[in-house]
């Protein structure tokens, strides 16, 4: 088994395409990806559900879909596979599972705080981008993305931490709670204690986040939102809800 995995790692590099790249090369229509990645993030590897429409091409358009707590990547993968048909676009929607990302802090939040940007799960985001576009040959400059739940709470808190990240248009939708720029409020409901600095977050207010909200996620009574409330309002000090 090792000398055929030598073996299959010297055939790529022989074709000019490393071992890493292979593994976020697309074999089909839709399936699965293992995506490698350099020491230093916070996982090692990451799986990637992903679809490409038919005549697919170097200037396919790249969407993310990023899951909720349920790490159902691989539904919601399938959830856009008609809208990516009819519009023309690749969907990637990566699991970042709870045995390499601690639940809250290692996704929702971005895993940021006394780490350096590298660690930042935020950072994954790029890099699988980048593997994609080398291993298929498409020459997208940017790409779209759009966050359900934890995925929204994930998403508006990258737009804060990382402006510079190559989205065109970020979407996210019914996040849980928010981050506020606030830096009297510690994180993640404020920006007290972050790296961040009222000038560096003036070029995330320069980028295109959409925040969705759904019109019957209205029930005050529900037990998870009776309870983030009350958390809420013990961070802010703001009384009884």
């Not at 995995?5 to 293992?34: C, E, M, R, Y």
């Not at 971005?110 to 950072?123: A, D, E, I, L, R």
């Not at 709670?177 to 961040?196: N, R, S, W």
Request: proline share 4%; glycine share 8%.
């Amino acid at each position: 088994m090792q000398i055929l995995a030598f073996l299959i790692a010297a055939f790529w590099i022989v074709v000019g395409v490393t071992p890493a790249l292979a593994d976020a090369h697309f074999s089909q229509q839709t399936g699965k990806l293992n995506i490698r990645l350099e020491p230093g993030f916070a996982t090692r590897k990451i799986d990637v559900w992903y679809h490409q429409p038919e005549g697919t091409n170097a200037s396919t358009p790249i969407v993310f879909i990023l899951h909720g707590a349920g790490l159902n990547a691989r539904r919601v993968r399938n959830n856009w596979i008609d809208i990516a048909d009819k519009k023309g676009f690749i969907v990637l929607a990566p699991r970042f599972n709870s045995s390499s990302f601690t639940r809250i802090k290692g996704y929702n939040y971005g895993n940021v705080q006394g780490k350096p940007k590298k660690k930042w799960t935020f950072s994954i985001i790029e890099e699988i981008f980048d593997q994609v576009r080398a291993a298929n040959g498409l020459n997208a400059r940017f790409y779209d993305i759009f966050g359900h739940s934890g995925g929204a709470q994930f998403l508006h808190r990258m737009v804060f931490f990382m402006p510079e990240a190559r989205f065109r248009t970020a979407v996210a939708a019914n996040s849980g709670f928010y981050t506020f720029p606030d830096f009297d409020i510690a994180y993640p409901y404020g920006l007290k204690k972050t790296i961040l600095t009222p000038s560096s977050i003036r070029r995330s207010f320069g980028r295109r986040l959409i925040i969705m909200l759904g019109t019957r996620d209205v029930d005050e009574n529900a037990c998870r939102f009776k309870k983030r409330c009350r958390h809420v309002c013990d961070v802010l000090t703001c009384g009884s809800c």
